[in-house]
């Protein structure tokens, strides 16, 4: 059972933004950076944003993220079909020990 | 290019044992923190074990914990996780990650192709 909460699924048609919500708590949001992974259908997960709000080279600005507090989102503009694919927030926890994952957002392009 | 790749997946009795490597290349592999995920079929990401660049530090997660063995092996470049006791709930696609840094909290951005374990009798 993750303790990162994130909605099942969010969609939007080309062109919207979509954002997507990761709720943590003090001992791992709260207190540690944030990581964001985009895994397509049968493929590894990729790393999309780190440290809250950067990006690896070769992600499309169209990604971004932010934290406030507990609290994480992610936010794509300008939505392209090949998106569609589900989307994990991550952070290290410090009463755990570990890393955390979220429960996970499937994204839907109308 | 800087690439992992998973191996020592298969088909395990319950109570089995099974051993996974990861063999890593293009980077130099003793400095950056590693770690295992796993992925039950249909499920979402569960991290399993991490540990440290300079090795020093190994995390387990609950569910594995005093089961499973994470270690690495700078002069090949590998990294292996011994698996004992699995159940059925073990049965998931392994992959293993590198971390951006040398700690184990670090963003992963390399991953490997990922191998499936599947426990069942």
């Known amino acids: 059972q993750s303790v990162l909460t994130q909605p099942p699924s969010a969609s939007g048609t080309p062109g919207q933004r979509v954002t997507i919500s990761c709720s943590g708590s003090r001992s791992n949001i709260g207190s540690n950076t944030v990581n964001w992974y985009q895994q397509l259908p049968g493929t590894a997960p990729k790393l999309l944003i780190y440290?809250?709000?950067q990006r690896p080279s070769g992600v499309p600005d169209r990604f971004s993220g932010s934290k406030t507090g507990a609290s994480a989102s992610l936010a794509i503009s300008g939505l392209q079909s090949e998106d569609e694919s589900d989307y994990y927030c991550?952070?290290?926890?410090?009463?755990?020990?570990?890393?955390?994952f979220g429960t996970g957002t499937k994204v839907t392009v109308l | 290019e800087v690439q992992l790749l998973d191996s020592g997946g298969g088909l395990v009795q319950p109570g089995g044992s099974l051993r996974l490597s990861c063999a890593a290349s293009g980077f130099t592999f003793s400095t950056y923190a590693m770690s295992w995920v796993r992925q039950a079929p249909g499920k979402g990401l569960e991290w399993v074990s991490g540990?440290?660049?300079?090795?020093?530090?190994?995390y387990y997660a609950d569910s594995v914990k005093g089961r499973f063995t994470m270690s690495t092996d700078n002069s090949k470049n590998t990294l292996s996780l011994q698996m004992n006791s699995l159940r059925a709930e073990d049965t998931a696609v392994y992959y293993c990650?590198?971390?951006?840094?040398?700690?184990?909290?670090?963003?992963?951005?390399?991953w490997g192709q990922g191998t499936t374990v599947t426990v069942s009798s």
């Open positions: 540990i440290s660049g300079s090795g020093g530090s190994t």
């Open positions: 990650a590198k971390g951006r840094a040398m700690v184990t909290w670090s963003a992963m951005d390399v």
């Open positions: 991550a952070a290290w926890d410090d009463s755990l020990i570990g890393y955390v």
């Open positions: 440290t809250n709000n």
